[in-house]
């Protein structure tokens, strides 16, 4: 029987300036659910003392009526989603604008990232990189705008990125 040949199939590298097209939609590949550890932990790692995001005996008396997750989490995670199709490639992040929060997030909601290309242009001071103005908004699993922002990032132009094959030989192959 012939010895079968393998063959390296490379993963998703994200997206290269050359890449973003202006009016382009990326949506992300999978939902991720928002947990109490996500909240708590994310809480007291950043040391926010704010009882709304921690105390249900405290949210049972605001308009809420129970825990709110940290709107710092939320920005977080959204941005996290979003690196697969928009900041994978990214040399420096420039700047996060005009952050909204137009519905409130709570344990247990499922959250979306759906990002549109406002604007590229060539970098004056980095001739190897561009940048990028996007708009993503965070969308739960009623389909309610829960963030909505803006960020611009210089991404890097495709020959000039770093090296993508670091991943290892494998020893005695």
Not at 18 to 38: I, K, L, W
Not at 46 to 56: G, R
Not at 81 to 107: C, I, K, R, Y
Not at 109 to 116: C, G, K, Q, R, V
Request: aromatic share 8%; with cysteine; hydrophobic share 40%.
């Amino acid at each position: 029987m012939a010895a079968s040949k393998r063959r390296i199939v490379p993963g998703w590298q994200g997206r290269y300036y050359e890449d973003f097209q202006v009016g382009d939609v990326y949506r992300s590949a999978v939902g991720r659910t928002v947990t109490e550890t996500d909240n708590l932990l994310f809480t007291g790692l950043t040391l926010n003392t704010n009882q709304v995001h921690f105390n249900q005996q405290y949210c049972e008396q605001t308009r809420w009526g129970r825990i709110l997750v940290n709107s710092c989490f939320t920005l977080s995670l959204i941005v996290g989603m979003s690196v697969p199709d928009v900041s994978m490639n990214v040399m420096a992040n420039l700047g996060w604008e005009e952050v909204t929060l137009p519905h409130p997030v709570f344990v247990g909601d499922t959250l979306y990232a759906e990002t549109e290309v406002l604007h590229t242009r060539e970098s004056r001071s980095h001739p190897n990189v561009g940048i990028v103005n996007v708009r993503t908004r965070g969308i739960n699993q009623n389909g309610r705008v829960v963030i909505d922002l803006t960020r611009s990032a210089m991404v890097y132009k495709r020959d000039a990125a770093p090296g993508r094959d670091l991943f290892p030989e494998v020893a005695g192959a």
